[in-house]
């Protein structure tokens, strides 16, 4: 007998719930598209529509009240995380964050006290940890194809000189929890300590590249990780790189180095409307595949580096299912997204006072 789905509600009905995780837990037999809150429908938006047989509700607290949600994702923007996420965890839920975890690590440390004093599962999604060139480095640090590395660089540059509309969205404004620090820096900043583990130093350049800013968001970001061991990882995500071919990682190591540009195209073919394990899902072209620069005979030699075969973010809900069976961890410990936010807490203080911070000393936490 095949045991019944696990009931998920999401949290919002913008770009994050219907590309970046209703797809993927409708993959998931394991999993069911229960509800939606969807605080004002539209004519064209509207998730009972779009998904008939769900529930729909207008606000978290009305969805919380129904003992049959098993499950609640968090989509909306980051100053909201907080609040639902206690909200859920305190009526009983399990819960899944969207990235950036909370806008401060005093509000993560805070909600995973309470996801531990009510025996229910906290994680969040950082599903870049699952793109394919990612897991394809990886393998080359596993394999110590590269030697002592010495240099990290991890970049999400794109050219958009102008900004847009404040009125048009969340991310233009000047909020708790936004800006491109917060926004793609997390994504950067956790692929880094996956990677290397917690700096010691930190030196950041947060602020924005844009001659016209009306929103005042923090559009761009440049931070630097020391390590004790002479590694230094560069985070960066700039919107002014007027580049055919953007930059995603440089690393090098003494005994070789891996250069990758372009972005995993997960995200584009789920836009596109493919799922995973549709054919060509998450594969990359041959002529986008990263470089493996090793030293022969003393001499550096270059060679394609193609990608593994691509695992796609369904892991992260394939992994999440089997945590919630009790037969696995969850994906993303939320310890992790927890610390990371503290690191962006302290570039941004970095960035402020002009100079470079040990974080092994002891700053106050932002409320």
């Known amino acids: ?16 719930a219907k590309v970046f995780h209703i797809p ?8 069911k598209l229960y509800a939606v809150v969807q605080r004002t429908p539209k004519p064209n938006d509207d998730a009972e529509k779009d998904h008939p047989g769900i529930k729909s509700y207008r606000s978290g607290e009305e969805m919380v009240q129904d003992s049959e949600v098993e499950v609640v994702v968090v989509t909306t923007a980051p100053t909201s995380h907080f609040e639902l996420g206690k909200l859920a965890l305190e009526h009983g839920k399990h819960v899944i964050i969207e990235k950036p975890f909370t806008p401060s690590s005093k509000e993560a440390s805070e909600l995973i006290a309470i996801a531990k004093k009510h025996d229910r599962l906290l994680t969040v999604y950082q599903n870049r940890r699952w793109d394919t060139d990612f897991l394809t480095l990886s393998k080359l640090l596993d394999q110590k194809a590269l030697g002592r ?3 990290f660089e991890t970049h999400y540059d ?9 009125t048009s969205t969340w991310k233009a404004k000047f909020l708790p929890g936004g800006g491109a620090v917060y926004d793609l820096g997390t994504h950067l900043i956790d692929q880094a300590v996956v990677a290397f583990g917690p700096p010691d130093k930190i030196t950041g350049f947060v602020g924005s590249q844009r001659e016209h800013n009306p929103g005042e968001v923090e559009d761009s970001c440049t931070i630097l990780l020391h ?18 071919n953007q930059l995603r990682y440089w690393v090098r190591g003494d005994m070789g180095s891996y250069k990758k540009f372009h972005i995993d195209p997960q995200e584009d073919h789920l836009k596109a409307g493919k799922k995973p394990g549709d054919s060509g899902f998450g594969i990359e072209s041959k002529e986008r595949a990263g470089t493996l620069t090793t030293v022969q005979g003393g001499q550096p030699k270059t060679q394609t ?11 992260f809900y394939s992994q999440f299912s089997k945590a919630l069976a009790g037969q696995d961890e ?3 410990k939320p310890e992790t997204p927890r ?5 962006i807490e302290l570039a941004r203080l970095s960035s402020k006072e002009g100079r470079t911070l040990d974080i092994r000393e002891g700053y106050a936490e932002i409320d």
């Open 330 to 332: 969850v994906p993303v």
């Open 149 to 151: 590395v010495v240099e």
């Open 24 to 31: 993927l837990i409708q993959g998931a037999p394991e999993l």
């Open 339 to 343: 610390d990371v936010i503290r690191l």
């Open 305 to 315: 580096c193609a990608n593994i075969e691509p695992v796609t973010y369904s892991a």
């Open 227 to 244: 390590y004790d061991s002479g590694l230094l990882t560069t985070v960066k995500a700039a919107v002014v790189s007027p580049e055919e």
């Open 1 to 16: 007998m095949t045991p019944k789905p696990y009931n998920i509600a999401i949290i919002g009905y913008g770009l994050s």
């Open 158 to 166: 794109r050219h958009r000189p102008d900004a847009p509309d404040p």
